[in-house]
C-alpha cells in the first residue's frame, strides 16, 4: 500500500455577495477561478458564479442570454482550453428529449456562446442527470446518468471538442463488458484513461473500480484488497498520478468524510487522515476542484506570454509559496489559507505531538498575495502558474439554509 502524509482542511468564510448554500451542483477549475453552475437549494438554480481563489471573492455572471441553461441539477461541467462546458442537468419535460443539452461558456469573452458541429450532427447523447464527463486529450468522454423513465444508462459517448461532433464509444471484443449502468458515480481522468467508482446501479449502491483505455477502447476492472466503500454522490479528480476520491454515502445511507486516494502507478488505495482539529464535514452531492500544478493534467499547459514575463522578471517576485510557520490558531480567518502542511521527511512521522503538528503547518497570506497581483490583468501576468495546490469542496449535503455556499479547502503534507 502507497504511504501518504496527512491532510490540512479548513473552511474558507465566505463574505456577500456569495452563491447561495446548494448540492447536486457542478463545478469546475480554469486558472485561478473556480466557476459554479446551478445545483438545488430550496429549488433548482439557475445562477452562474466564478470564485477567485486568490481573491477570495466571487462574482456572478450572466446566466440569462439564448446561449445559456436554463435551471441544472446534477449536469457535469468540464474545462479545456478556455472554454467551460456544460452538459445534462434539465429537469424532466417533453422539451428535455428534443435537443442536445450541451452549453459552452466563453471563458475569455465572458460569455454562452452557441455551439456548432463542423458537419450536420446525426446523433447526440440526450438529456440525463447523474453522469460524468471527464476530457482526456481533446475529447470530452460522457458516461451513464439517469434518463427520464429509461432509469440508469451505459450509454458512453465521446465529444470531438474540436469539431464537436459527438459519437458513441464501444469496446473492442477483448474488453471486459464495463461498469454497465451507472450513474450518480463519479470519474477521474490520467493520461489516456479514464478511471470509474461506485455510484448506483438502479437502486443498488456499488464499490467497483474501472478503468477505460482510450488507445486501446478497453474496459478493465481494478481488483484491489483495500479502499472506499460503497459510495454515491462522492467526487474525485486527479492529483499528480493519483486519483482522490472524498464524500459521498455509504451503502448505509450515511454521509462521508473519508478522503482516499488510489495510486495509479502502485495500483493501491490507502486512506488519508486529517490533521487534529482539522477534519472535514461529510459531503454528499457537492463538487470538487483542484487547483495548482499538481492538479493540471499532464497534456495541458499553462498559458503565459514569454515576452512579457521577461520583461517583468526586474518588476515583480514570482509567487513561490512564500510561507511562514504559524499554529492552526489560524483556522477560520478570512485573511490566511493553508499551504503545504509539514515537510515530507517529516510527514510520515507517528511520534509527533499535537503541538508539534500545528508549528510545523504552514500558511500563506491570501490577502498580501491579492494586493502584491492587484495589476495582473494590466500587466499580463498568468497568477495560475504560481498557485499553491490545493483542492476545494464545494457545496453538497448537509446544507445550512440560509447561508453562503460552503467551501472548505484541503492541501496535502506531501504537495
Same mark, same amino acid.
Given at each position: ?25 457542478? !463545478? ?43 435551471? %441544472? +441539477? ?27 443539452? =450541451? ?42 446518468? #439517469?434518463?427520464? =423513465? ?8 465521446? %465529444? ?26 463519479? !470519474? ?37 484488497? !483495500? ?14 498520478? !493519483? ?51 499538481? #492538479? ?31 499554529? =492552526? ?6 485573511? +490566511? ?49 504560481? %498557485? ?28
Amino acid at each position: 500500500m502507497s504511504q501518504s502524509g496527512p491532510c490540512l482542511w479548513t473552511r474558507l468564510p465566505q463574505s456577500s455577495p456569495a452563491p447561495c448554500e446548494r448540492f447536486k451542483l457542478a !463545478c469546475c477549475s480554469h486558472q485561478q477561478y473556480v466557476y459554479v453552475l446551478g445545483g438545488r437549494h430550496s429549488t433548482c438554480q439557475r445562477d452562474f458564479w466564478s470564485y477567485n481563489v486568490v481573491c477570495n471573492e466571487w462574482a456572478e455572471l450572466n446566466c440569462t442570454s439564448d446561449a445559456a441553461p436554463e435551471a %441544472l +441539477e446534477e449536469h457535469s461541467m468540464v474545462a479545456h482550453e478556455g472554454s467551460v462546458l456544460v452538459f445534462g442537468g434539465m429537469l424532466d419535460c417533453a422539451y428535455s428529449s428534443l435537443r442536445c443539452p =450541451l452549453w459552452v461558456f466563453d471563458v475569455m469573452k465572458q460569455k454562452w456562446v452557441h455551439w456548432h458541429g463542423k458537419s450536420p450532427q446525426t446523433e447526440s447523447p440526450s438529456n440525463r442527470k447523474g453522469h460524468s464527463a471527464v476530457v482526456i486529450g481533446s475529447n470530452m468522454l460522457l458516461y451513464g446518468g #439517469y434518463i427520464d =423513465l429509461k432509469g440508469s444508462s451505459q450509454e458512453f459517448w465521446s %465529444l470531438d471538442l474540436d469539431s464537436m461532433v459527438w459519437s458513441p464509444l464501444s469496446c473492442s471484443p477483448q474488453s471486459s463488458l464495463g461498469p454497465g449502468p451507472r450513474h450518480s458515480h463519479a !470519474c477521474a481522468a490520467f493520461q489516456s484513461c479514464m478511471y470509474l467508482y461506485g455510484g448506483l446501479k438502479g437502486l443498488r449502491e456499488q464499490r467497483d473500480f474501472w478503468m477505460w483505455n482510450s488507445s486501446s477502447s478497453t474496459w478493465s476492472s481494478l481488483k484491489t484488497k !483495500c479502499g472506499p466503500s460503497k459510495l454515491v454522490g462522492h467526487s474525485a479528480v486527479t492529483y499528480r498520478d !493519483c486519483m482522490l476520491v472524498f464524500g459521498g454515502r455509504d451503502g448505509q445511507n450515511f454521509p462521508q468524510n473519508v478522503l482516499w486516494r488510489y495510486n495509479f502507478s502502485s495500483q493501491s488505495w490507502n486512506q488519508i487522515t486529517a490533521l487534529p482539529n482539522s477534519s472535514p464535514p461529510p459531503k454528499i452531492d457537492h463538487c470538487c476542484a483542484g487547483l495548482g500544478p499538481s #492538479y493540471r493534467p499532464r497534456s495541458q499547459k499553462p498559458a503565459s506570454n514569454p515576452g512579457h514575463q521577461t520583461q517583468l522578471e526586474d518588476k515583480i517576485r514570482r509567487f513561490k509559496n512564500k510561507c511562514f510557520p504559524a499554529r =492552526l490558531s489560524f483556522l477560520g480567518s478570512e485573511n +490566511e489559507i493553508e499551504l503545504q502542511p509539514l515537510t515530507p521527511e517529516r510527514s510520515n512521522s507517528p511520534d509527533k505531538t499535537e503541538k508539534e503538528w500545528r508549528m510545523d503547518c504552514l500558511t500563506f497570506e491570501n490577502k498580501a498575495l491579492k494586493n502584491r497581483w492587484s495589476f495582473e490583468e494590466e500587466m499580463d501576468v498568468n497568477i495560475s502558474q504560481h %498557485l499553491p495546490d490545493m483542492l476545494l469542496v464545494v457545496g453538497g449535503r448537509p446544507c445550512t439554509p440560509h447561508t453562503p455556499i460552503s467551501v472548505w479547502q484541503m492541501t496535502l503534507a506531501d504537495s
